[in-house]
């Protein structure tokens, strides 16, 4: 089985920089997922990182190492619209666990 | 192209009844995976099709099922509902079995009394 731990709620200031972190425990490891959810939407996908080292997409980056079980999502220039829950998610390759979610990590953005 | 759609957006059942749910993906796509959200678990998968098949299973008892028709159209069943059921379901569509990149429709909201 898989299971994916992140802090459940963090907080920053419009144009500031934030990293939501995502620690992992895997019987089976091909990648890690980020998805954005506002609340009443639908989780959207945002970024795979496969490989070890840094993805970047406009002002979201992310985070893979392999050899700490861990990654994380950075995101820059914060604005209002950031304000949503971000999950992490291990993908096993098609195998048993499916696509398995952490808890989310519900952002706060201050003015 | 069209996103993922779901049906119905919002049940009321009573603890017993049974709950069928509905999910049409992308077209094209030919993956379907279910997730159960609540605020306390996050959000648990339940199951993935491909093909027609059940590929993937989450842990949740039998009373959770589904199937997928040949046009990847899937539905999701649930029997002898209890009050922990209530949840938002979510369906997402892919590509590929077990693809990285879903697409998520946006939810059923279903409130068992």
């Known amino acids: 089985g898989q299971s994916l731990e992140q802090p459940s709620e963090v907080t920053a200031v419009e144009g500031a920089i934030v990293q939501i972190n995502c620690t992992y425990q895997t019987s089976g490891f091909y990648g890690l997922s980020w998805y954005q959810q506002h609340d009443g939407g639908a989780p959207t996908f945002l970024s795979y990182n496969a490989l070890d080292g840094l993805e970047e997409t406009g002002r979201f980056s992310s985070f893979l190492s392999r050899s700490d079980s861990y990654g994380y999502l950075l995101l820059q220039e914060l604005q209002m619209k950031d304000s949503a829950s971000y999950f992490c998610a291990a993908d096993s390759g098609g195998g048993a666990d499916g696509l398995t979610f952490g808890k989310g990590t519900h952002l706060i953005i201050q003015p | 192209k069209a996103g993922v759609t779901q049906t119905p957006r919002y049940l009321i059942k009573t603890r017993g009844q049974q709950v069928t749910l509905s999910c049409s993906p992308i077209?094209?796509?030919?993956?379907v995976s279910w997730y159960q959200q609540t605020p306390g678990q996050g959000l648990q998968f339940l199951f993935e099709y491909f093909s027609e098949t059940q590929r993937n299973k989450g842990n949740f008892p039998g009373r959770f099922s589904g199937r997928q028709f040949s046009n990847s159209r899937s539905e999701m069943n649930v029997s002898t509902l209890e009050l922990g059921d209530s949840a938002l379901y979510l369906c997402?569509?892919?590509?590929?079995?077990?693809?990285?990149?879903?697409?998520f429709g946006p939810g059923t909201r279903l409130t068992v009394t």
């Open positions: 997402a569509s892919s590509l590929r079995q077990g693809d990285y990149e879903q697409y």
């Open positions: 077209s094209g796509h030919r993956s």
